[in-house]
């Protein structure tokens, strides 16, 4: 299959947006990262993207997260404690797996897709949807 006909392994779909414009890019970007790794995964340097594409997830949640708590607080969302610990609660799962791999317990890269498929979908279709439906009101 060349590179062009294959299809992202985590297409957006609109059921995906939150309301509000920065906080779906961002998400898209998180998104984009993953289907990158894909590609990436079925070339050469499979583990050489894979632990780049988590380094790249890692640092870019910690950038989205603090956005997200910026705005929550802005808007003096009443959930903001409780989502400070979702967003630790995440960021502590994916450090776990990074130190999985990095124990080479992962017997092929392709075997990181779900993990992160689950870890962004869980974070994005659940997690964001009570406190942007909130403030995307209050932003309109
Ligand atoms: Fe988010």
Redesign the pocket.
């Known amino acids: 299959m060349t590179r062009e006909a294959r299809l992202d392994y985590f297409p957006w779909k609109d059921e995906y947006s939150v309301g509000i414009f920065e906080?779906d890019s961002?998400?898209r970007t998180l998104i984009a990262i993953l289907n990158r790794l894909y590609s990436e995964l079925w070339e050469d340097k499979a583990q050489e993207s894979l632990d780049a594409a988590i380094e790249e997830l890692i640092e870019y949640t910690k950038t989205?997260f603090a956005f997200?708590e910026a705005l929550m607080e802005k808007y003096g969302y009443p959930g903001l404690p409780a989502h400070q610990a979702i967003h630790a609660k995440l960021t502590r799962e994916v450090g776990e797996f990074r130190n999985s791999i990095d124990q080479g317990r992962l017997a092929n890269p392709l075997d990181a897709l779900p993990f992160l498929k689950d870890w962004l979908t869980l974070?994005?279709l659940k997690q964001?949807k009570e406190y942007a439906s909130l403030i995307a009101d209050l932003i309109e």
């Open positions: 906080i961002q998400h989205h997200e974070h994005i964001d």
